[in-house]
Antibody
């Protein structure tokens, strides 16, 4: 099972960033699996953002819940994240992954999102 | 939220040394703890889950222990390829949280 992120690279403050994770080597429709996003910054370390099940069940980090939405497209074997009203503090490497028991495996290489005017 | 505190934040050891990293949870998380290895420029890789169960393919020199609030990751004989940053993660409930990482150098 392999996951790979894609995103815009750079966005401006107050804009919305959309990221997509493509799952390969297996189906995203796995009853025991959730799919999620984590971000990493040198200052704050690793921060879990959200997870989603193919049924549509979602869980969000309360610290980001008001600005984040996670969705899944089983026909494309993809899931996505949108983060709105971004600020410089949202500059990070955003990674996607699968979790069958709460821990992430696989985990993608990550895509850098830079928030800058 | 349950906080995870790793120690030390960095360490330097020699090839063949036994290395132990500690992860302390602010509340009881039973055995719902995982350890990851992250090499520079790479994605984190799962080493251990359920506090002490090794992921398939992980060298036997890596082992995990503990339960409740205190956990350890031990490298029994440090190898050059083990230079990396190691993270713990708790998953007993959301929000999922991570330790701040321990950088292991030679």
């Amino acid at each position: 099972l392999h996951v790979e992120e894609s995103g815009p690279g750079r966005v401006k403050p107050s804009e919305t960033v959309s990221l997509t994770c493509t799952v390969s080597g297996g189906s995203i429709v796995k009853d025991t699996y959730y799919w999620g996003w984590i971000r990493q910054t040198p200052g704050k370390g690793l921060e879990w953002i959200a997870i989603i099940h193919h049924s549509g069940t979602t869980f969000y980090n309360p610290s980001l819940k008001s600005r984040v939405s996670i969705s899944i497209d089983t026909s494309k074997n993809q899931f996505s994240l949108t983060l709105n009203s971004v600020t410089v503090a949202d500059t990070a490497v955003y990674s996607c992954g699968g979790t069958g028991g709460g821990y992430f495996d696989p985990w993608g290489q990550g895509t850098l999102v830079t928030v800058s005017s | 939220d349950i906080q995870l505190t790793q120690s030390p934040s960095s360490l330097s050891a020699s090839v063949g040394d036994r290395v132990t990293i500690t992860c302390r949870a602010s509340h009881d998380i039973s055995n719902n703890l995982a350890w990851y290895q992250q090499k520079p420029g790479k994605a984190p890789s799962l080493l251990i889950y359920s506090a002490s169960t090794s992921q398939s393919g992980v060298p036997s020199r890596f082992s995990g222990g503990g339960s409740g609030t205190d956990f350890t990751l031990t490298i029994s004989s440090l190898q050059p390829e083990d230079v990396a940053t190691y993270f713990c993660q708790k998953y007993n409930s959301v929000p999922l949280t991570f330790g701040q990482g321990t950088k292991v150098e030679l």
